[in-house]
């Protein structure tokens, strides 16, 4: 598949919700992007430890990557080849786009490593469009893209947590902080660097993402 013809399949989205009530129809929906290789419901895993009252989407990258589903091909590590990642940020978009579920709610972000990617480059393509992002383990495209200007000029920034632990042997240092001096200058950024945490997420991860999301989302 080119990287024009990518396209994301909506009947292989998984939808949920956080425990609790059933969020009403204009709730925030949270976008959970997986990483390389994985699929789309494994973040959904994480629903228990997030705040209560958001609904879920769980959409699966267009290309075969590794034992799961990519969003981009496997290249250099922190630096992806721009046209997949601009083209699968488009077929996302594209995807939220055509369902009513997604029509009138506030939108939010949590991508984790190649998801942490789309969650970035999503800001980016579309930067009045979502409410929050989570990048875990994640990083940023090198590169200058349509949208950063007014992305860095909304007003309020669209706050950001970016967390990765400082032992992760995935995602270069240089790229995490490379996006980390990024964000800093187009986000409102909160930035958490974890002891001791590779490639992963724990608790300390959870609890920090669960209390930025009950801070930054309108939830009942």
Known sequence: MTAEALAVDPAAARWGQTPGAAPGPDAPLLVLLHGYGSHEGDLLGLAPHLPGGLALAAPRGPLPGGPGFAWAPLATPGRPDPAHVRAAAGALLAWLDADP??????????????????????????PDRFAAAVVLSGFALDAEEPGDAALAARDPRVPVLLGHGDADPVIPR???????????????????????????VDARVLADARTFLSRTLPLA
């Not at 995490?176 to 002891?195: C, D, G, M, Q, V």
Request: charged share 15%; net charge positive.
């Open 101 to 126: 579920r997604a029509a009138t709610r506030p939108v939010a972000l949590l991508g984790f490593s190649q998801g942490g990617l789309m969650a970035t480059q999503l800001l980016r393509a579309r």
């Open 174 to 200: 240089a790229a995490t902080a490379r996006t980390a001096a990024w964000l800093e200058s187009h986000t409102a950024l909160e930035h958490r660097a974890y002891p001791g945490l590779a490639h992963a």
